[in-house]
């Protein structure tokens, strides 16, 4: 679980951890960075990634000059857009292994038939929602693929979805990640940011939850 612990320090002291990748990489943090969104978006391996949390950080840093708010609006949203659609791909490839019961390694099936009736439920919409909603972020893509979605209409949605995304959060932390009150707080307000992006998630959880009482006492 020393990974576990490494994605929460990781998330709880962004500003921290953001500074000293700054000083190692140097320019080369743009990669880095271009790498992390690609991989939290484009893997559905990797959905524990920072998501929200991250970009709103990094905006803040551009408020101070350390990273260039531009480059950054450029590469990420390219990045968020090629992960989805490698993502899509790759559900389209292992879709039919899927419905034939085959059990694919890595492939976490509890948050795939989650992402699944949530799809059911919101349409193509999905892949916008999304976005803003940790581990079904990861998955929507896949299933769409997955569903055999038309491809024009997955793009269409992933490139809204993903550019409202990116320049959300990033101009939301550049506009309010240095105001003093948010910057002496900034652990917390990541911690907000997380515990709203976890809200959608939760509320389909304990409808389920409540559907499947109201089964039994049926």
């Known amino acids: 679980m020393d990974w576990l612990k490494q994605v929460i320090d990781l998330v709880l002291h962004l500003e921290e951890h953001l500074g000293e990748m700054i000083n190692f990489f140097g320019p080369w943090t743009y990669v880095v960075l271009f790498a992390i969104i690609f991989a939290e978006t484009g893997l559905v391996v990797t959905p524990f990634l920072p998501g929200d949390s991250l970009l709103f950080a990094l905006g803040a840093l551009a408020a101070t000059q350390k990273l260039d708010l531009f480059w950054m609006l450029a590469l990420l949203s390219i990045a968020a857009v090629l992960g989805d659609t490698v993502n899509y791909w790759f559900g389209s490839k292992l879709g039919p292994k899927?419905?034939?019961?085959?059990?694919?390694?890595?492939?976490?099936?509890?948050?795939?038939?989650?992402?699944?009736?949530?799809?059911?439920?919101?349409?193509?919409?999905?892949?916008?929602?999304?976005?803003?909603?940790?581990?079904?972020?990861?998955?929507?893509?896949?299933?769409?693929?997955?569903?055999?979605?038309?491809?024009?209409?997955?793009?269409?949605?992933?490139?809204?979805?993903?550019?409202?995304?990116?320049?959300?959060?990033?101009i939301g932390g550049y506009t309010f990640g240095n105001i003093p009150v948010v910057k002496k707080n900034f652990t917390l307000v990541i911690l907000g940011i997380i515990a709203v992006s976890v809200i959608p998630p939760a509320i389909e959880v304990i409808r389920e939850y409540r559907k499947s009482l109201a089964a039994r006492q049926v």
Do not use: C, Q
Not at 114 to 133: L, N, P, S, V
Not at 141 to 160: D, E, K, L, Q, T
């Open 98 to 170: 899927i419905f034939r019961g085959e059990k694919v390694r890595f492939l976490n099936k509890k948050n795939l038939d989650y992402t699944h009736e949530f799809f059911e439920r919101y349409g193509g919409k999905t892949i916008i929602i999304a976005r803003f909603m940790p581990i079904v972020r990861t998955f929507a893509p896949f299933v769409a693929g997955m569903g055999r979605m038309s491809y024009g209409r997955f793009m269409a949605y992933n490139v809204i979805g993903g550019l409202v995304w990116i320049f959300l959060f990033l």
